[in-house]
């Protein structure tokens, strides 16, 4: 049968043992101190395992097993949290659908774009379940997304760019120029810490990013020149005015995913300044890709230095510079 027992450096109760020969050793989710809910999920599992050992796995598989399963197989985790919450411990793979679905994603993100229900719903949902048929846990299930309207990539000239760092307060002013000059994620510039910084190597790591994996980037003479004037060199390299750092990202927050929230408000101000219009912090990425490819024409390097994982995420900024092959058109006879 199983037994309750603690996990060294989790606040969770697990759970090991075997019944009818399934040997387990998971956890409940649920904190140790609360043993009456651990007892009960106790006797859920082992009434499910029972099951499983006379009717198999498809018949009892759950949603929460078949995420743990893709998490141990190395898959990606972002957005699963919330997700895991909603569906709980109990809801097995054969409850869900495609209302079920639906349901989920409006719940978690009731007033969000179509592009952020499909990235932080619908896309690990499905990640899930296609793992989960891999391994014959459930039926191969197509699920229907939201439709995501191809989002125009917003940029700005070079002369923009210096308008705005010029408009920005003290304390953003290298961080805007680190973004538009090394086209890092918001949440990677945040955090990153001098010890990933090589101001002699005109180098910068970013480590565990947002596709797990890290790369490299070189830094322009623009972002030596700012992070040299920087009075710190240790912990973080971008500070909040009073000196601070930016508060970390709430991962059990499902509507805490951005990290531009951190320097909305200055960053703003300084947009307002510069007299641009719709321009948002992320926006300095676009741009920084725009100007890469507008200068280099080299689509690889660009997915290298960026980090995208798919070609297909920065073809989009080929797309952006086709007026600047007006001249090609003339030569047609």
Known sequence: MLKLVDRH??????LRGTVRGIG????????????KAANEYKALREAELLEESIHGKRAVATFSQAALSLIEAGGETRFLDPILVYFG??????????DEIDTCARKLYPN???????????????????????????DEITIERPTVDNAVVRWISYEEA?????????????LITF?????????????????????????????????????????????????????????????????GIYRPLDET???????????????????????????????????????????????????????????SMVMRYAHTNVAELDQTIERLR
């Open 24 to 35: 387990i050793f998971e956890s409940t989710g649920i904190v140790k101190s609360n043993r």
């Open 9 to 14: 450096g989790s606040p969770y109760a697990y």
């Open 253 to 311: 927050n499902p509507h805490d995913k951005s990290a531009g929230t951190r320097i909305k408000t200055g960053f703003q101000g300084a947009v307002r300044r510069a007299g641009l219009t719709d321009f948002s912090p992320h926006d300095c990425r676009h741009t920084w890709a725009t100007w890469h490819y507008q200068a280099n024409r080299d689509i690889g390097a660009l997915q290298h230095l960026g980090g995208w994982k798919t070609l």
């Open 112 to 138: 969000h774009a179509p592009a952020t229900l499909v990235r932080q719903a619908y896309a690990p949902i499905s990640a899930v379940l296609h793992h989960a048929a891999r391994r014959g846990w459930c």
């Open 89 to 98: 411990a109990a809801t097995r793979l054969s409850a869900l659908g495609q």
């Open 162 to 174: 210096a308008a705005l760092v010029a408009s920005a307060a003290p304390h953003l002013q290298p």
């Open 179 to 243: 973004l538009l000059y090394t086209g890092a994620r918001i949440g990677e510039a945040l955090w990153l810490d001098w010890q990933n910084v090589s101001l002699d190597r005109a180098h910068v790591q970013f480590i565990n990013t947002k596709n797990g994996t890290s790369r490299g980037v070189p830094l322009h003479q623009k972002v030596i020149t700012a992070l040299k004037q920087m009075k710190h060199t240790t912990g973080c390299v971008f500070l909040k005015t009073d000196g």
